[in-house]
């Protein structure tokens, strides 16, 4: 590999991170609360006496928490009161104001001692076919009835098997089940986080991968089947380098010293992606494009043409080796991103995909300078 392709993957790489912590900071601290969220239920979960309300009522407290966790991911600020207090839950709303629940997991109607929750929000379990019915019954003694997050038979699962977990190791509390229960919610935090970042970086690495290469093809340094097949492989790089950025923001946003440190991280990844010369080359996007295809018009539109068809290649190699973990779905939403954007050339390509514009800009530049 020439000094020159290394400069480019780099540059490359870099941009595709900085881009992606930029355009997708929203979704890491969304997710970051979710993980936050999910280890305080897990943390609930497990000072629960798995013989509470016994083998059928057990299910409703561990459903208090899973309720609280919804809430809380969303950043709705939701407590487990756990104090065989009248209310369950509480809400504290961004004005200070407090609202109380009271979650019921599985019930029907007339099961309810509605006299005994006044003023509290009942929370009834997500498919509970009985709702209409009891929120009629609710309305009469001035309780506001709502559908939940958590059905009954997810509640049920998850109670079930810290039963058994107790059961077998012969203790209290269970300590493996409510641990599953974070990861599963970390893990899907993590990679919805992931996705996005990866369609953010794959969208910048595609288009300096493209400026750079239909440079290198017009000055005739490569050949367009070269080109197209670097275009996919640093695509492809963007793609897993980016997801992997967002997977692992999300983690470390998720602690206080994290998240400060995150807003470091986004702030500074702003700052790179919008550096002078990144943010003038969207407004000269259109002229440099136009001077490229000027150049030679036939084969920047080839070389696109050949790079849709290698991404395609590249997206299902790498997705087969990533087969059986998040990063295949990454990579498989990333490299159809690219394919739809690496499909456009000139003038086009600016309008339909600002990002990639920009990266093939840059890119372009970047390979004229470096050689």
Do not use: C
């Amino acid at each position: 590999m020439t000094t020159n392709n290394k400069n480019n993957q780099m540059m490359n790489q870099t941009l595709a991170g900085a881009t992606a912590m930029r355009d997708s900071s929203r979704a890491i601290h969304r997710a970051s609360k979710t993980v936050r969220a999910a280890q305080q239920a897990a943390d609930e979960m497990s000072n629960l006496n798995t013989m509470r309300g016994g083998v059928k009522g057990f299910k409703g407290f561990v459903g208090e928490s899973m309720e609280s966790f919804e809430s809380n991911a969303v950043g709705r600020s939701t407590q487990v009161l756990n104090n065989n207090g009248p209310a369950d839950l509480i809400h504290t709303k961004a004005n200070g104001e407090t609202v109380l629940k009271q979650v019921k997991i599985g019930y029907k109607t007339k099961q309810i001692d509605f006299s005994k929750y006044p003023g509290q929000t009942i929370v009834v379990d997500a498919d509970n076919p009985y709702f209409e019915a009891i929120r009629e019954e609710g309305a009469r003694y001035g309780s506001k009835v709502v559908r939940g997050h958590v059905t009954e038979a997810e509640a049920k699962s998850w109670a079930d098997a810290m039963q058994l977990e107790t059961k077998i190791t012969g203790g209290k509390h269970s300590v493996v089940v409510p641990k599953a229960y974070e990861g599963m919610k970390v893990a899907e935090a993590a990679n919805a986080a992931g996705l996005e970042a990866a369609s953010a970086g794959a969208k910048a690495g595609a288009g300096f991968s493209i400026g750079s290469n239909l440079v290198q093809v017009v000055k005739g340094n490569k050949t367009i089947g070269e080109a197209a097949g670097d275009v996919a492989l640093d695509t492809a790089k963007a793609s897993a380098i980016s997801y992997g950025t967002g997977a692992a923001a999300t983690l470390i946003g998720s602690t206080e010293t994290g998240a400060a440190a995150l807003g470091a991280l986004s702030s500074a990844g702003a700052a790179v992606a919008e550096a002078p010369v990144i943010g003038t080359a969207l407004g000269a996007a259109g002229t440099a494009a136009g001077a490229i295809g000027g150049a030679g018009a036939a084969a920047a539109t080839a070389a696109a043409g050949a790079a849709t068809s290698a991404v395609t290649a590249a997206g299902a190699a790498a997705t087969g080796l990533a087969a059986g973990t998040a990063a295949a779905g990454a990579v498989g939403a990333a490299t159809t991103a690219a394919i739809g954007a690496t499909a456009l050339a000139g003038a086009t390509v600016v309008t339909v995909a600002p990002v990639l514009a920009v990266g093939a800009v840059i890119g372009g530049i970047f390979s004229l300078l470096s050689d």
